[in-house]
């Protein structure tokens, strides 16, 4: 049985002082499956998040819980095996929160690789997974799936099975059952230092925990743990290089735009081929919109900085859906939202395309300093449990993680107490929110069961989080607890009338606190969420970013 979060008694407990086993350094998807599996392990676990929950890559990628037919392409045979073997352990313990998603390959005349080719690499894939997906489609029924596809020279198309889900929403069921396990996280908590002790303890270890910020109030605290687990993704660097190491990884721009599934209604994902250099951009369906992805290019920006689309990446993106779409004439005005994840990919060391940089994870241990990055969404548990391993040497009771076993325990209470809901949104609030789907439904006042327009998100949604899910931030709130800043034009800018009684109230905000975190929301959307501003509009405003 989950507990809800409660950031004042997690905080409380990190203050408690004594000895934790593992203290876990990031709050994403790397962060929150080695919280689970430590806690698994029977270890005492403290995470941190500096930011929010999922505030970094986590809630920011393709959605894709998926094998990667790109590295089977680069003759990663073990990577995209690991992978669907996550994949579908997700999709078996994960139901509903993981999705099964078919992809189409449309395939032209003349086109290279050709059928024959792409029927080979589909059938491996298969293989790797001990199950057939695959299957060939005509050119009406590739075009029966994607209306509006260009005909000319279609002569039909691959289909194969991978997954997607709501990458946020998986992060807090993650850390919810590590919670469940005895693990206490805490959002808004930044490392400041590293604590070292004067000599090497007999494992090896210098690192002793770390000092701790409250980036809320400003508190600081000492928290001392046998090892510290580095999963803070793109940021890696910052706290391997505090101890004097080279940096490892080349962050790399991946950007998104979600589009109304009614301007480009798909009835699955279709894989297409960029006109100007060939790279893969999906359209894919994600929560009764259409995402459209991804750039893969260097980001060179300050870290600090939260990433946003460039107006470039917006015209390449749009440009692949011009070229296989001309006759829906799809423009920036049909763009509800963009987004932009950083990658941390581990750097090779050579000068080549950010796309050719391999993407197999890292696990390291400096002084009892163990850095997990370079992940994927899909591997994080087995992504987690190596780390673990590679930990046990400071904390022998991780020895035992890493035995499989369900990702989420069985659901105790949550169906049978969901049956006056409608079936939509029973299924919906037994995948995302597992045992605390109950008390969802008991904390709700009238009116709170209304759908937000063609979201599916009611709003007894924000109620709970904003009681049960530390919700800091109007942004943890409407990016990452639910999607409707994504979901919706403007961050959701319309629903300001009825959230700001229900925000105000659930978080005894004053109506300057309201005001003040209105406008930090607005300006976040702005800057990181929304359409990247014309050349224009900087020349005229040189404050802004292209």
Not at 40 to 49: D, P, Q
Not at 203 to 230: F, H, K, P, W, Y
Not at 358 to 365: A, G, S
Not at 435 to 444: F, I, R, T
Request: hydrophobic content about 45%; some cysteine.
């Amino acid at each position: 049985m989950t507990a809800p979060m409660n950031r004042a008694e997690d905080l409380a407990a990190l203050r408690s002082g004594g000895q934790w086993d593992v203290l876990v350094v990031g709050g994403g998807i790397a962060g929150a499956g080695v919280a689970l599996e430590a806690a698994r392990a029977g270890a005492k676990v403290a995470l941190v998040e500096a930011r929010d929950f999922a505030g970094g890559t986590s809630s920011r990628s393709s959605k894709l819980v998926h094998g990667g037919l790109r590295y089977l392409g680069q003759g990663r045979i073990g990577l995209t095996r690991e992978s669907l073997h996550e994949r579908d352990a997700l999709l078996a313990q994960a139901g509903g929160l993981v999705r099964p998603l078919r992809f189409v390959l449309p395939l032209r005349q003349g086109a290279k690789p050709g059928r024959r080719t792409l029927g080979l690499g589909l059938g491996l894939y298969d293989a790797l997974a001990g199950r057939r997906t695959r299957g060939w489609h005509s050119a009406a029924e590739v075009l029966g799936q994607a209306p509006g596809l260009d005909g000319h020279g279609l002569i039909g198309g691959w289909s194969y099975l991978d997954a997607q889900a709501d990458d946020a929403r998986l992060v807090l069921r993650v850390l919810a059952e590590a919670r469940s396990l005895g693990a206490r996280a805490v959002n808004h908590v930044r490392v400041d230092a590293l604590l070292r002790a004067d000599s090497p303890t007999p494992s090896g270890a210098i690192v002793q925990g770390a000092r701790l910020v409250d980036t809320v109030t400003g508190e600081a605290l000492d928290l001392r743990a046998r090892c510290v687990v580095n999963a803070t993704g793109v940021w890696a660097d910052v706290l391997r290089t505090s101890l004097g190491h080279a940096p490892l990884l080349r962050p790399l721009r991946g950007s998104h735009l979600l589009l109304p599934d009614w301007r480009l209604p798909l009835a699955q994902a279709v894989a297409l081929f960029h006109p100007l250099d060939q790279r893969p951009v999906f359209a894919l369906p994600w929560e009764g919109a259409t995402l459209v992805g991804t750039t893969d290019l260097d980001h060179r920006d300050d870290l600090a900085h939260e990433p946003g689309i460039t107006r470039a990446e917006l015209d390449y993106l749009l440009q692949a859906l011009q070229h296989a779409f001309p006759a829906l004439a799809l423009g920036e005005a049909d763009v509800r939202s963009t987004w932009a994840g950083v990658r941390p990919v581990v750097s090779s060391g050579r000068n080549v395309d950010p796309s050719s940089e391999p993407r197999e994870h890292l696990v390291i241990d400096e002084q009892g300093l163990v850095t997990v990055t370079g992940g994927k969404l899909t591997t994080f548990r087995s992504t987690a449990r190596q780390a673990l391993r590679c930990a046990a040497r400071h904390v022998p009771a991780l020895a035992g993680a890493g035995s499989d076993g369900a990702i989420f325990a069985p659901r105790t209470a949550a169906s049978a107490a969901l049956d006056t809901l409608p079936p939509a949104l029973r299924e919906r609030w037994a995948a995302r929110f597992g045992d605390d789907a109950p008390g969802l439904l008991q904390a709700a006042q009238p009116g709170d069961l209304q759908t937000i327009a063609n979201t599916g998100i009611a709003w007894a949604e924000l109620r709970w989080a904003c009681h049960h899910e530390a919700v800091v931030h109007l942004d943890d709130l409407l990016l990452r607890r639910t999607r409707l800043g994504l979901l919706l034009r403007n961050g959701g800018a319309e629903l300001a009338p009825r959230l700001q009684p229900l925000v105000q109230q659930a978080l005894h905000w004053s109506d300057d606190e309201w005001q003040r975190e209105w406008a930090r929301y607005r300006a976040l959307v702005a800057r990181c969420y929304a359409l990247p501003p014309k050349i224009a509009d900087v020349i005229s405003d040189p404050g802004k970013q292209v």
